[in-house]
């Protein structure tokens, strides 16, 4: 089984920037793609960023340009570099890894962009 603890979450304003981390354990090497998705009140969840264990990248097109997804192996850790943060990208964000047969995700961690 593979376990993730999220962190770095918080307030910020406008045009500021946050990073958010997950970090795996247990099973990691059993790890393939890892992502991000994030939740507004109201809305779907939906997915922000996902990287492959190869390092290949995609994101979402509200985020292309501000947001940078990477992950260190030989720390199990996956991070979210967020630039440029606009009121829109208020959400819980949550981070996921996938193995080959199922999904793990994080607990979530807020992230709210004041205008």
């Known amino acids: 089984q593979v376990h993730l603890v999220e962190s770095g979450g918080g307030l910020v304003q406008a045009g500021g920037s946050l990073r958010l981390s997950c970090a795996a354990s247990?099973?990691?090497?059993?790890?393939?793609?890892m992502g991000w998705y994030r939740q507004a009140p109201g809305k779907q969840r939906e997915l922000v960023a996902a990287?492959?264990?190869?390092?290949?990248?995609n994101y979402a097109d509200s985020v292309k340009g501000r947001f940078t997804i990477s992950r260190d192996n030989a720390k199990n850790t996956e991070y979210l570099q967020m630039n440029s943060l606009k009121p829109q990208d208020t959400a819980v964000y949550y981070c996921y890894a996938d193995t080959r047969y199922s999904t793990t995700w994080g607990q979530g961690t807020q992230v709210t962009v004041s205008s």
């Open positions: 247990g099973s990691t090497a059993s790890i393939n793609a």
């Open positions: 990287i492959s264990s190869g390092g290949s990248t």
